[in-house]
């Protein structure tokens, strides 16, 4: 994004951004980058305690938050389509048909969502809701208490200033419904978000407040016992692996951010500048009025500013809807990744102050806890998902940006062209002679 060689991150080693690896690529501690570093639990799966070693057994990934259907399973089903990538899809929402709801204590709107499914769990081919907002901020927030090990897409931001941006005018809703449909969309592609049971409720349920009140106090009480238990206990530090991506997050958050400001500064100017053109290019209309034989080539300045006029509108709006929302998604999507590595690292501070506790056991072997065994399978899991969670966003974000920087690219050529063609229509008008007498 920048003009310049990449700079290097911190705690990487000799290597660049271009030349190192996707903080993802390599899984062992031998594939990272950079100097000695303190070994972690799940780098490590041996531990000694006095002479002894307590060898803690590697139990997988626990089943109820792995993936709950096969591959096997998945390629078994009647196929509607192979996306580009050639995966399997067998659920196709689309949000669309906003509308406005104006009631005594409040204005709203709602979004129609339509399923088309082949999957056993719907009992129909096909449904048809409709939801508003905070029924995707409710689903969102099911998804993150059940699935903590992975990355939940980021919704567009709720709230918005009052007086600079009308949350219902036209742009807006049309706005917010691409990037709604967007985030349904990349839950629906997910191969464990996908089957999710509360996606399966938002998706297909008349009356969805019936299920918004179940199970807030338990899940309200496991929250709290989480933080108890890690509360206490400082995490020693990241894998590698993970620290690097925790770089990688936070220099792409900043560089994002700062495009996104520049980006709207200048619309802000070409907004300023349409605003110039609208009263430059009349003038020279009235002034036609008073030159006989400057009217044709006067209105002709006049009907070019106009185009030109009509060519930056067209430019704003794009980068307005088309431009912005995807490098504040992004942005958003980064703080969302940064969050599942914040519980993945109170799970591992979990883990090694479970260690820490039998290790001061005066045993000569001290057995393995189950607790314990648990609490390793927990983060085994967690950075296998988040492993593959990243790498489905960087490919997600590879495509998003090149078909992003392509549109920009192909509007701004059409912008110039356009005006290239206005201004030339004028140079024959320009340079006829009047006759001589």
């Avoid at 993802?24 to 070693?53: H, Q, Y």
């Avoid at 499914?117 to 081919?125: A, H, K, Q």
């Avoid at 993945?344 to 314990?372: G, S, T």
């Amino acid at each position: 994004m920048s003009g310049g060689p990449p700079k290097a991150l911190q705690s990487t080693g000799p290597h660049s951004l271009r030349d190192m690896p996707h903080p993802l690529a390599g899984s062992s501690s031998e594939e990272a980058v950079g100097g000695d570093s303190t070994p972690s639990p799940d780098l490590l799966m041996t531990r000694s305690f006095g002479d002894k070693d307590l060898i803690l057994p590697n139990g997988g990934t626990p089943a109820d938050t792995s993936s709950p259907a096969s591959s096997s399973s998945l390629l078994n089903r009647l196929q509607l389509d192979d996306d580009i990538d050639g995966e399997t899809r067998d659920l196709f929402v689309t949000v669309d048909d906003p509308k406005k709801h104006v009631c005594t204590m409040e204005t709203y709107i709602t979004y129609r969502i339509t399923t088309k499914s082949t999957r056993v769990e719907f009992d129909l081919p096909e449904y048809s809701v409709r939801r508003r907002y905070q029924d995707f901020d409710w689903l969102r927030n099911k998804l993150e208490e059940s699935q903590p090990t992975h990355l939940i897409p980021p919704l567009p931001e709720k709230f918005v200033v009052k007086g600079v941006v009308d949350r219902f005018s036209e742009e807006f809703v049309e706005t917010r419904r691409k990037a709604l449909d967007k985030f349904l969309k990349r839950i629906t592609d997910h191969p464990v978000l996908s089957f999710n049971e509360h996606l399966s409720v938002f998706l297909t349920a008349k009356d969805l407040n019936v299920y918004k009140k179940q199970g807030m106090a338990l899940l309200t009480r496991v929250g709290e016992s989480v933080k108890h238990v890690t509360g206490g206990y400082k995490l020693r530090s990241r894998p590698l692996e993970f620290a690097a991506i925790g770089e990688y997050l936070d220099t792409f958050a900043l560089k994002l951010g700062t495009i996104d400001r520049i980006a709207q500064r200048i619309i802000k100017e070409e907004i300023e500048y349409l605003v110039e053109l609208r009263e430059y290019g009349p003038v020279y209309s009235t002034w036609s009025a008073l030159e006989g034989e400057l009217t044709e080539p006067l209105e002709g300045v006049s009907a070019c500013i106009g185009n030109c006029s009509t060519a930056l509108e067209e430019l704003t709006d794009d980068m307005t809807e088309d431009f912005l929302p995807v490098l504040r998604e992004y942005i958003l999507y980064s703080d969302s990744m940064k969050s599942v590595l914040k519980k993945r690292d109170q799970v591992q501070a979990e883990y090694e102050a479970k260690l820490e506790a039998v290790a001061l056991r005066k045993e000569d072997r001290p057995k393995v806890p189950a607790d314990v065994e648990k609490c390793q399978d927990r983060m085994e899991c967690f950075n296998a998902d988040l492993k593959a969670d990243m790498e489905r966003w960087q490919n997600n974000k590879r495509q998003d940006f090149r078909q992003l920087l392509m549109g920009m690219a192909d509007k701004n050529i059409q912008y110039y062209e356009k005006c290239l063609m206005a201004w030339e229509s004028i140079i024959p008008l320009l340079q006829e002679k009047p006759d001589a007498k």
